[in-house]
């Protein structure tokens, strides 16, 4: 049946600052493009991991509305190999973390940022206690 998560899509206001934020920040890849049936840029694949992708819709012109609770999208999670390297890694890129590098309920190291459109992205150490590690 399921093979797992093929790619989160999200549409943007300035590709070209996705780009650099998903690419030369985070060392994403750039993998492919598709155009629409104008010819016109549509949407850019940035490869996150084998099969992995995060899909960039250009064209966004209206942040939500911002509403207590709401629902759907909350954030993307990234696993990483060091907490501490990706911080200071973020950091030296003149960003500004919105949590810095903690320990969470789930056992887990964690840190947390927005992309350029607000997006809330965390970026989770595996510890051996993980309950992610133990199911």
Not at 3 to 11: E, P, R, S, V
Not at 32 to 52: S, T
Not at 59 to 83: A, D, M, R, T, Y
Not at 111 to 133: A, T, Y
Request: with cysteine; charged share 25%; net charge negative.
């Amino acid at each position: 049946m399921i093979k797992g998560l093929g790619h989160i899509a999200l549409t943007v206001q300035d590709m070209e600052k996705s780009l650099h934020f998903y690419c030369t920040v985070l060392g994403f890849e750039r993998a492919f493009d598709i155009r629409d049936d104008e010819d016109k840029p549509w949407i850019e694949y940035i490869k996150v991991a084998p099969g992995q992708f995060i899909e960039l819709f250009y064209g966004g012109l209206n942040s939500p509305q911002k509403v207590e609770h709401p629902i759907g999208f909350n954030h993307l999670c990234l696993e990483v190999h060091n907490i501490h390297e990706i911080a200071n890694h973020l950091n030296a890129q003149g960003l500004t973390l919105d949590i810095e590098p903690k320990r969470g309920k789930d056992h887990n190291y964690q840190c947390w940022i927005r992309d350029p459109d607000g997006n809330r992205i965390e970026f989770m150490q595996l510890e051996p206690s993980s309950p992610h590690l133990n199911c």
